[in-house]
């Protein structure tokens, strides 16, 4: 299965000069954890719930308060992306590889294109799951160290 198949083609975008309260603010509103970031047609960053807690502090009455600075001082610049063509084993690895949860996609000409996440991959076990297909491609076991208490 290829990225294609499984990535968010709607997504919202966002500019490197908005104000990260806003860009915070568009999130909770969505419920979405991740936002690329624009500059006109090209990719320069990712700003993550995560990214957006960083600057973030609690005011007295235990209410988030998100600074109003610019989406570009919280943002993850350069962020990993993938191809429409990569394989999903490919980028679960490099979600793995590097602690992420979520790859922009971008075409050849570097244009993103959709947005594959964690939460992508997961519905892609949920409905091999539902369709009845055959066993999935892996196994577990309990590593017998496992269960032993360290005192």
Known sequence: ????SAMTRDVTCIAPADDLDAAWALMVRLAIRHLPVL???TLVGIL??????V???LDEEDALEVPAIPVSSAMTARPVTCTPEARVSEVAGLMLDHKIDCLPVVDEHGNMVGLI???DLLELLRTREEAGDRALPFRWRVHPNALRTVA
Do not use: I, K
Request: aromatic share 0%; proline share 0%.
């Open 55 to 57: 600057h973030a502090q």
């Open 39 to 41: 500059d006109g047609e």
């Open 117 to 119: 996440t964690s939460s």
């Open 1 to 4: 299965m290829r990225a294609q």
């Open 48 to 53: 993550s719930d995560r990214d957006v807690l």
